[in-house]
């Protein structure tokens, strides 16, 4: 590009005054920002949380993307409908689910076995967008250990109880399927 | 002898803890700048008690010792070696003649009796103390680009020979920053220069502008930020170490942390009165102390220590570094000018007291402080003037980008 290239845009540099050239103002500057982090830091202000002593605080738990439920209804029944729409949409493939004819009048199917791969999953939220029940969701839970792979494929009796240990804490989102979320 | 043993244990084993708990410091510094907490968690091995991460160290010492110890096949293996070793020598045998307190009075502990009362510096009365020290820092660049050259890699020869370039440029402006104490002292015995800081009031007062160029070159000397060209990290990975592991490594980077502590000793001892301390340390001439003056020499002066290193650490957050051009500009083109200035003002001021007062300024006799007040307002006024000038000839700025008011022709020649 040559320096006549009417396409420039030539922007002037600001002039430093005596005291900038001098550097005084730019070096206290630098120093007063530092010290008040560190004051700030020594106050106990620091942005680090003490974990395991300290648990964090989410803004809001339920956009946060960690270990999934199933959703019970008011009968204590599961909401799954095993339409297979999430194990569709999951781009890990981590989703296993063997339906069966349901026992209950009010729907088809029912899963007979509903199992996730913690472990293959990659958390993006997709089954949770796909379900048209909302029977699967993302909980805030977000220290998932295990000690072997097997533990960490999760059945339905494990996903169930998930949803019996944070449904206080999260309760279901859509108010129209039966969710108490606000 | 054995004086001097009981000395040199005291002092490489002080130096050597203190450099380690300075990086717990160092790191929990940056933590606290940057609004976290650092390293917290190590403490007594094996049980739940933290002690605030006192015990980082000593698990830090222990990692590098347990670390695989790898000598690359392509370096030039007995000058790798000799490399770090040269450095650390260097670095400790520098403290041979700092003090590191004043005097401790005479004592008896049942047979064992020490009759003289005892000087805190490994080799005291070493009248040439300023001359070693310097001589010994330079003696550091050979580690440096020992340790660039026999890594045989890139980055190290690139880092080793940013960072001679640098410990020699700088070392003229320290010098020039030097030679004003040394006319104020009229000695080059760093207790000597305590004692005569006691009487005439901190050089850092008496000589501001000696002052600046002097914590400049020693900032550069110590390769702190703004100043750590050598092994900035986002440019040249590690600098002139990048090829050392294991215990080579960590003799390197103990030896950085010796260069830092080194240069607050001088800082302190050259320009912030040393062990002076007005009203608390007593007579500064006599020949003997009591215990507890003793004592409080010792703290004031490692109290005065720890403050300057705090300030290296503060300031590594707070300026950006130096580009190499302006590096070198800011040693050439500004410090060794302003060194000159303050040498030639101080020399003046120094003779105008000698011919009117008709003694030194460090006679016995004691200090005329109607004229040693004009000395301070005089090399004050040096200082505030020289800096103004520097500042409006602006020599650290070089721009190379492309301007509108060129012509086509200027830029094609210019290329």
């Known amino acids: 590009m040559k320096p006549d290239d009417p396409h420039i845009k030539w922007i002037a540099e600001p002039q430093l005054g005596l005291t900038g050239k001098m550097y005084l103002p730019l070096l206290a500057q630098g120093l007063t920002t530092t010290f008040k982090h560190i004051m700030r830091s020594l106050h106990g202000e620091a942005v680090t949380v003490s974990y395991p002593e300290e648990e964090p605080q989410f803004a809001n738990p339920q956009i946060y993307r960690g270990v999934h439920r199933l959703n019970k209804d008011a009968a204590g029944r599961v909401k799954c409908v095993a ?37 293959r999953c990659i958390y993006c939220g997709m089954c949770e967008e796909a379900c048209p029940v909302d029977a699967i969701e993302l909980t805030s839970l977000y220290n998932l250990t295990g000690r072997s792979r097997e533990e960490m494929i999760f059945d339905k009796e494990k996903l169930l109880s998930i949803y019996d240990m944070t449904k206080d804490k999260e309760p279901m989102q859509s108010p129209a399927m039966g969710g108490t979320a606000t | 002898m054995l004086e001097a043993l009981v000395k040199i244990g005291l002092l490489v084993g002080g130096l050597m803890t203190a450099a380690a708990y300075f990086v717990l410091l ?73 003090p590191f307190g004043s005097l401790i009075p005479s004592f008896s502990i049942g047979q064992f009796k020490v009759e003289k009362p005892i000087q805190l510096t490994v080799a005291p009365g070493v009248d040439v103390g300023m001359v070693y020290v310097f001589a010994l820092s330079s003696i550091a660049v050979y580690g440096v680009i020992l340790g660039g050259w026999a890594s045989n890699s890139k980055y190290s020869f690139l880092g080793g020979l940013r960072s001679s370039a640098q410990l020699i440029a700088y070392e003229l402006p320290m010098g020039l920053g030097i030679l004003g104490v040394v006319l104020a002292a009229g000695s080059l015995n760093l207790n000597t220069i305590i004692t005569a800081q006691a009487q005439q009031g901190w050089y850092a007062f008496v000589q501001p502008l000696g002052f600046v160029v002097f914590v400049v070159a020693a900032f550069a000397e110590a390769a702190r930020l703004p100043f750590d060209l050598p092994e900035c990290e986002q440019e040249l990975i590690g600098g002139y170490h990048t090829e050392y592991s294991g215990m080579k490594l960590i003799i390197y980077l103990i030896a950085e942390f010796l260069h830092m502590i080194t240069a607050s000793f001088l800082i302190v001892i050259l320009f912030l009165g040393g062990w002076h301390l007005p009203v608390l340390t007593g007579d500064p001439t006599a020949t003997s102390i009591g215990w507890v003056t003793a004592i409080l020499r010792i703290l004031v002066l490692q109290g005065k220590i720890v403050a300057v290193i705090l300030f290296f650490m503060w300031v590594r957050w707070s300026w950006p570094r130096f580009r190499f051009d302006q590096l070198m500009n ?3 083109k500004i410090m060794l000018p302003l060194g000159l200035v303050n040498l030639v003002t101080l020399a003046v001021l120094y003779e105008a007291y000698h011919v009117y007062v008709g003694r030194d300024v460090t006679d016995p006799v004691g200090v005329n402080s109607g004229w040693l007040l004009l000395i301070v307002a005089c090399s004050w006024i040096a200082f505030i003037a020289a800096w103004i000038v520097v500042a409006l000839f602006n020599p650290l700025v070089t721009d190379n980008r492309p301007r509108r008011d060129l012509s086509l022709t200027t830029v094609d020649s210019q290329i």
């Open chain 2, 26 to 98: 160092e790191r929990r510094m940056a933590a606290w700048t940057q609004d976290r907490i650092g390293p917290n968690r190590v403490g007594i091995p094996l049980t739940n008690i933290k002690l605030w991460g006192l015990g980082q160290p000593l698990a830090d010492g222990l990692k590098f010792i347990l670390k695989e110890e790898y000598t690359p096949a392509h370096v030039d293996r007995r000058l790798y070696v000799l490399a770090p070793l040269v450095i650390l020598a260097a670095a400790l045998a520098t403290y041979a003649v700092i």
């Open chain 2, 330 to 332: 800011l040693a050439w």
């Open chain 1, 83 to 119: 339409c297979f729409l999430c194990a569709t949409a999951c781009p890990a493939h981590c989703i296993d689910i063997i339906a069966e004819e349901s026992p209950w009048p009010d729907r088809e199917k029912y899963p007979q076995s509903f199992a996730i791969d913690e472990l």
